[in-house]
C-alpha cells in the first residue's frame, strides 16, 4: 500500500473528471453549469471503486491505476481515438469500421496493462500531467459560474419596458387555452419546394381544413432557436438582452430570460394552468413551469455524455435505438391531464436533425452513426454528399412529423370544451444551406423562412394574422386579440448570430431573404 498521498493513483479519478468537466466547457453556454455536479461524482467514485477493487485483486494499484485509466480513455474517448485512426489511416482506407477502430483500442490497452509495471515515479508523473489537464476545462468553467449571476442580471435590465406592455392585460372574458407547438427547423412551404423539392401543400391544406391560417410569408427574428425562442416569448427584438456579455455568459442571460419571459409569467398570473413537454434540449426546457411532462430520468447534459462514449454505438449495433420524437409524443393526450384554462408548450426536434427515423416511423441509426443535433454547416461541412444526406432525412422526418401533427391538432380541436388556440410553427427554417458563423456563405432564404400557422376556435386569431408576420411580434397579435392589450408591431426585423460569438449580430434585409441561393 502507498503511504503518502502524492504517492497514491489519483489520475484516474482525474481522468474520470476530466470527461464531465470538458463537455461541460465545451458546451458554449446551453446548459446549466449545475447538470455537471452529478455525472462528476458518479465517474470519480466509479474510478475509485474499480481502482480500489482491481487493486485488491492484482496486489498493485499502481498497476491497477494504468489498468483503470486505460478503460475510462477507451471509453471516453473512443470516438476521438477513431477519428485520429481515420486520419492516419485515410491514405489507405476512406473509414475504419468503427468495430474494428474498437477491437485494435482494446487489443493495444490489454497489451500495454499485461506488459507494464508502473510504479510510484510514474503515479507520480501521471498525476501531475492529468491535473494540468483537468485544470483547464475546471477552470473555464468555475471562471463561468463567477459571472453567471451578474450575466443574468444584464439579461434582466431589458426586461422592464417589455414586459410593463403585458401590465395591461384585461382579466375579462373567457380566457383560451393555449397549445403552442414548436416545430425545430420546420421551413416554410416555399422554402421547403425550392431547396429540398418537396411540395408540402398537403400538409398545408389539412391544417387549412381544420381552420388554421398559414402566414405564408413569414419570417423568423434570428437564426438560432435560443434567440428566436426568447424572441417570441418576450415579444421583443432582445437589444440590450445579456448587456455586454459575450459566449456562454450570453446564453446564460438569454437562457435565464426565456425562463422568465412575460408571456408565459403573466398567463401564470391570469389563472393558466401552465405546462412544457420534456425536450432534449436545455435552452428550451422550460421546468420552471407548473408542470414538466413526461420528465426524463436522465438530464440532457448526462444523455449527451453518454452518447460520447463507446457504448453508445454498441448499443446502436444491438439495434437499442429511440426516436428523437417518438410517435407517442404525438399520440398521447397531454391536453387531458391539464386544467383549463391551460397553456401547453411542446417544442419538438423536428425535422431539425438527428434524422433518425423514416416518414413510416421506423426508428434508423441517425446519419453518421451518431446522434447528434448538428444542424447546418456542423453537418453538411458544404459538402455536396452531405446537404444531400441532409434534404433526404430532413425531408422523410417532415413527412413523419406531418402525420403526426395533423393527427394531433385534429385530437385537440375536436376534443377541445372550451375556447382554444393552436399554435404550430417553426423557430426557424431548415439548415440545409445555413453556415453557422458565416451569413455570407448561408441562405437566408431557407433560414429565416419558418413555417407558422395559427387556429382559434372563434376565428379572431385567424383574422388577425399579418401573412407577412415575424414571429417576434406572435404574442404581441395573440394577447392584442385576446387579453385587451394594444401593443405596437415591432418592425420585421432578422438578425443571423454567430455560433461561436453569440454576440456577433448582423441584420438580414428582406431582398437578402427574397434572393434565390442558386437552385436545391
Known amino acids: ?138 477552470v473555464s468553467l468555475a471562471q463561468r459560474a463567477l459571472v453567471v449571476n451578474t450575466a443574468v442580471a444584464g439579461g434582466q435590465q431589458s426586461a422592464g419596458q417589455t414586459d410593463a406592455a403585458f401590465d395591461a392585460v384585461k382579466d375579462g372574458g373567457e380566457r383560451p387555452d393555449i397549445v403552442h407547438i414548436v416545430l425545430d427547423g420546420y421551413s416554410r412551404g416555399d422554402v421547403l419546394a425550392r431547396y429540398y423539392g418537396f411540395d408540402n401543400s398537403a400538409f398545408l391544406d389539412g391544417l387549412k381544413g381544420m381552420g388554421f391560417a398559414v402566414a405564408d410569408r413569414a419570417t423568423s427574428p434570428f437564426s438560432q432557436t435560443l434567440q428566436s425562442m426568447t424572441s417570441i416569448f418576450t415579444a421583443s427584438d432582445l437589444d440590450g438582452v445579456g448587456g455586454d456579455r459575450t459566449g456562454a455568459e450570453l446564453r446564460d442571460a438569454l437562457r435565464d430570460r426565456l425562463k422568465h419571459n412575460p408571456v408565459m409569467g403573466t398567463l401564470d398570473r391570469l389563472g393558466y394552468q401552465t405546462a412544457a413537454l420534456d425536450i432534449r434540449y436545455d435552452p428550451v426546457r422550460m421546468d420552471q413551469l407548473d408542470r414538466l411532462l413526461d420528465r426524463h430520468p436522465l438530464s440532457n447534459f448526462e444523455v449527451t455524455g453518454l452518447r460520447q462514449t463507446v457504448f453508445y454505438p454498441i448499443a446502436l449495433k444491438l439495434g437499442l435505438r429511440e426516436a428523437s420524437v417518438p410517435p407517442e409524443t404525438f399520440t398521447k393526450p397531454y391536453e387531458r391531464e391539464l386544467t383549463g384554462p391551460y397553456f401547453l408548450y411542446m417544442h419538438m426536434l423536428t425535422p431539425h436533425p438527428p434524422f433518425d427515423i423514416t416518414r413510416n416511423g421506423e426508428v434508423l441509426p441517425p446519419e453518421g452513426g451518431f446522434w447528434s443535433m448538428n444542424d447546418g454547416s456542423h453537418y453538411t461541412k458544404h459538402q455536396p454528399e452531405r446537404e444531400e444526406s441532409y434534404r433526404r432525412g430532413y425531408v422523410e422526418k417532415l413527412v413523419y412529423t406531418n402525420d403526426g401533427i395533423l393527427s394531433l391538432v385534429r385530437r385537440v380541436i375536436g376534443e377541445a370544451k372550451r375556447p382554444t388556440i393552436v399554435i404550430v410553427h417553426g423557430d426557424h427554417g431548415g439548415g440545409k444551406h445555413f453556415d453557422h458563423d458565416s451569413a455570407e456563405q448561408s441562405c437566408m432564404g431557407e433560414r429565416f423562412a419558418p413555417l407558422l400557422a395559427v387556429y382559434s376556435s372563434d376565428g379572431r386569431l385567424q383574422q388577425a394574422l399579418p401573412p407577412d408576420i415575424n414571429l417576434t411580434n406572435l404574442y404581441r397579435v395573440v394577447f392584442n386579440t385576446y387579453f385587451g392589450t394594444d401593443m405596437p408591431m415591432l418592425p420585421s426585423r432578422s438578425v443571423f448570430i454567430g455560433w461561436k460569438r453569440p454576440e456577433q449580430r448582423r441584420v438580414i434585409t428582406p431582398e437578402e431573404i427574397a434572393r434565390s441561393c442558386g437552385g436545391s
Open 1 to 138: 500500500m502507498t503511504r503518502k498521498l502524492s504517492d497514491f493513483p489519483l489520475y484516474p479519478l482525474l481522468l474520470a473528471a476530466y470527461f464531465p468537466l470538458y463537455l461541460m466547457s465545451a458546451d458554449l453556454g446551453m446548459t446549466n453549469l449545475v447538470d455537471v455536479v452529478r455525472p462528476l461524482a458518479v465517474c470519480v467514485v466509479l474510478a475509485l471503486a474499480a481502482t480500489w477493487a482491481l487493486g485488491r485483486v492484482l496486489r498493485d494499484v499502481h498497476r491497477a491505476a494504468l489498468w483503470v485509466a486505460m478503460a475510462f480513455i477507451v471509453i471516453f474517448d473512443f470516438r476521438l481515438l477513431q477519428q485520429m485512426i481515420d486520419g492516419a489511416l485515410s491514405f489507405w482506407i476512406k473509414e475504419l469500421p468503427g468495430i474494428y477502430a474498437l477491437a485494435a483500442m482494446v487489443v493495444v490497452a490489454l497489451l500495454i496493462g499485461w506488459r507494464a509495471r508502473p510504479g510510484a515515479n510514474v503515479t507520480r508523473i501521471a498525476n501531475v500531467i492529468v491535473a494540468v489537464m483537468v485544470a483547464f476545462p475546471a
